[in-house]
Every structure is written in C-alpha cells, then in structure tokens.
C-alpha cells in the first residue's frame, strides 16, 4: 500500500490498521477510538493529566515524549527542518508544515460561523472565541479579558513598560513588532498603502483609510483655498494657516501658522 518496511511482522499488522481504518482501541472517557494501544495510552493523558516528561533544563512537563524532544530544541537551537523555498529553519516537522503555507496561501481550517480560513487549527480556534464572546485571558493587574493570549502578553506590556522591539537605526523602542515595522519606514521610505483614486502613498493602513474619506465621505472645504479635508477636524486646524488664530496647543498648527506669517507677501489669499 504504502511500501513502508517492518523488521517485525507485528509492527507491520499493526501499521496496517491505518490503512483498514480499523480502530480497535476506544476511551472509555471519551468513546475516541485509536488504531494503536500505544495512541490510547497517550491520549489517556488528556483526561488523567499526567506528564510523565520533564525538561532536565527548565522542568517543564509533557505527555508525549515526541513532544519533549521539539521543546528541547528551543535550549539547543537545534532546527533541523528547513523550508525550501526561503531556507527558514524550524524546530520540528509540524512547523515547518504549517511555515510553508505561508507560500502556498495554504488554509485548510475554515470557521462554519463566517467562512474564513485559516492555516492551522489553533488559529482557528482562537477565532472562534470572537463569534462565541469568550474572552479567557484575563489581566491579572487590570482584569481587562482577551480572547487571544497574544492580545493579553502585548496588553500587559502597558502596565510593565516592557518594549522587547528596537529600531536598529535610532534605538526607539515599540511594545509591538508592528509598531516597529512602521516606524522602520520612516527610515526606509517604504509607503507600501497606496491609494486607487490619486495614486498617493501612505506609511500606514490607517492613514489611507482616513485619506479615502476625501473621495469617498463629505467634502470639507476649506472657503479661503478651496482646499478640500474629509475629516472636519482637519479642516479646522487648516484654517488657522489663514486667521492666525489657534484654538488648539497642536505643534503642527504652531508651525503652519509661522509659515503662513513668513510667506504672507507672496500668498495669494488674503
């Protein structure tokens, strides 16, 4: 069937049950059925919560021995698995699977509530809490709740001031990497946003969305210039390039304002 080989014909009988489809071997917790004893045993585990496998280097604990041997590669560095297409090395064969759907846009999980998909199964089931409102990871400083860990470990940088990612260049530190991938474009001058109405590039997401409100949204006009802001408040402080005058403390307006004063000869609006 599959010409895999067996120095003893029990190991092969029992590799054939995969093939067969025969499951002799059931939970009785469960009634989850198992092709092999030895997959039973470990999936007992689950229920009794043993971890009979301690890390000799942190004592962390697992039920699979499998299992231990990845983790151990993270105090080693040991990454034997590498991707073929842009050579990343991985610790173990499942993340080298799940790192190459990266490249084939691979996403075999699709949530049954919204159809989306996603590469791999915990994405998935972290998902799924948005449709279901649970939030289990709670703040144990502000008990702020998060439905991803993830979200949890960045939230929690507010209260401890951690920022784990620098800018090699100017050494200013970011609570997230996404913060620091954008700041990196100031230096970079990449503008990756582009907008499909006047072809004009932005550094973040959000600032082209608050740009399309100009083509898309109500128009704010500016009457000395005929300038045009999709955001009011834009407008307001545009107008005290014109009057002057600055209800607000905002640097940016400061600054427009001392312009406007140095070039008051040569401006052709009064």
């Known amino acids: 069937m599959c010409n895999k080989a067996y120095t003893h ?15 002799r071997y059931n939970c009785d917790v469960c009634n989850r059925a198992f092709s092999e004893k030895s997959s039973l045993i470990t999936h007992l585990r689950i229920h009794s919560g043993e971890r009979p496998y301690t890390c000799d280097v942190c004592n962390k604990v697992f039920s699979q021995r499998s299992t231990l041997i990845k983790h151990q590669r993270i105090h080693s560095d040991e990454n034997p698995y590498v991707c073929e297409v842009c050579n990343k090395a991985l610790s173990d064969k499942f993340s080298l699977k799940r790192h190459q759907r990266i490249h084939t846009s691979e996403s075999p999980h699709t949530c049954e509530v919204c159809n989306r998909a996603f590469s791999t199964k915990s994405y ?11 939030r289990p990871y709670n703040c144990d400083v502000c008990n702020k709740a998060f439905s991803q860990k993830s979200s949890l470990i960045k939230h929690q940088r507010l209260h401890s001031d951690e920022r784990p990612y620098n800018c ?11 913060g620091l991938i954008t700041h990196q474009r100031i230096h970079s001058g ?3 946003y582009k907008c499909t109405v006047c072809n004009r590039t932005f550094i973040q997401q959000s600032s082209l969305i608050r740009h399309q409100r100009i083509h898309v949204e109500h128009q704010y006009n500016c009457e000395a210039c005929d300038k045009v802001f999709g955001i009011q408040s834009e407008l307001i402080k545009h107008k005290c390039i014109h009057n002057g005058e600055c209800p607000c403390t905002s640097k940016v307006c400061k600054k427009s304002i001392q312009y406007k004063e140095k070039s008051d000869n040569t401006s052709t609006h009064t």
Do not use: M
């Open 124 to 134: 998935l089931i972290t998902h799924q809490h948005i449709h279901r409102g649970e």
């Open 190 to 192: 990449e503008r990756p």
């Open 9 to 23: 014909q029990r190991n092969l009988i029992r590799h054939r049950h995969i093939h067969t489809g025969k499951r």
């Open 168 to 178: 090699d260049v100017c050494k200013k530190a970011f609570i997230q990497k996404s």
